[in-house]
């Protein structure tokens, strides 16, 4: 864990590198405030599992999140700091949010998107583009460690069930209908 706080963050500072409008690497890193302040340009990774009963894994983001609090989402996820890669980021941000320890192997990734630009609030903007990973894989929730201040709660959910809830039909899911339909497409 060392290796990575030394390499990938610069005095705990998270940086991250700032894209042009087609996805690409500019040469300039600039901290994670600084990106979402200015709605510059940056990658994320959005993690899903799914099991052998073929239900996906659904993550509850805390109340105290700035972006869509409260709201069902992908297993796990989070931004790409400079020089890391993407699949580094994917296994990063599981270990850290609901605990699992990955092999990079394990990370299929299924295709790449550009997320419709958000503003959350005046001084925070997501404008991102998000590799999304799937693994396929077997465990009791009861064996994760969630992040409390990332995660509150956590559920196996049946691909009939994810796409009632994408219409609209079940619990708040974070706005990313795009991605959801192309997920949804690759596990058909």
């Known amino acids: 864990m060392l290796r990575f706080e030394l390499c990938y963050t610069y005095s705990m500072i998270e940086y991250l590198d700032v894209l042009n409008e087609q996805g690409e690497k500019t040469g300039e890193s600039l901290p994670y405030e600084d990106i ?18 073929r239900e996906l ?7 105290n999140k700035r972006a869509y609090p409260s709201h069902w989402t992908m297993s796990a996820g989070g931004h790409i700091s400079s020089g890391e890669t993407s699949v580094e980021a994917a296994q990063k941000e599981t270990r850290e949010e609901i605990g699992l320890d990955i092999s990079t192997s394990q990370f299929e ?10 503003v959350h609030r005046e001084d925070y903007i997501d404008n991102e583009f998000d590799d999304v990973y799937l693994v396929y894989q077997d ?19 049946s691909v009939r069930e994810f796409k009632e809830w994408v219409k ?14 192309k997920l949804l497409l690759h596990i058909r």
């Open 36 to 53: 979402h302040k200015k709605g510059f340009f940056h990658r994320g990774v959005h993690v899903w599992f799914m099991n052998s009963k």
């Open 57 to 63: 894994l659904l993550q509850k983001r805390t109340e």
């Open 109 to 118: 990734l299924l295709f790449s998107i550009k997320q419709p630009k958000t």
């Open 139 to 157: 465990f009791n929730i009861s064996d994760l460690k969630f992040a409390p201040d990332e995660v509150a709660d956590m559920r196996w959910v």
């Open 168 to 181: 609209g039909n079940g619990e708040l899911l974070t706005p990313h209908n795009e991605e959801y339909a």
